[in-house]
């Protein structure tokens, strides 16, 4: 029987899970590797480890939705172009 999983770690893998689109047991393996990498075992650390990852993957999302727009906009030579079919 699989142990019984801290609500708040589970919370937070979820909400990271959400925010790189990837599933649960994904993010729970990312945030597995990490403590790895960095010998964290206790539950509170991997719980410091799996918000951190969230506030980083927020970070990285707004920074590629500010190029994203950046990109999209017309140049003005191209602005009232219309292409065909």
Request: hydrophobic fraction near 45%; aromatic fraction near 2%; glycine fraction near 8%.
């Amino acid at each position: 029987m699989a142990a019984p999983q801290d609500k708040d770690f589970a919370t937070a893998c979820g909400r990271l899970a959400s925010s790189l689109s990837i599933s649960l047991a994904a993010a729970r393996r990312k945030v597995d590797l990490v403590a790895a990498k960095e010998g964290v075992r206790d539950n509170a650390g991997r719980l410091l480890i799996a918000q951190r990852l969230m506030l980083e993957a927020q970070g990285v999302g707004e920074q590629s939705r500010q190029l994203l727009d950046v990109l999209l906009e017309a140049v003005q030579e191209e602005a009232n172009y219309l292409g065909d079919d």
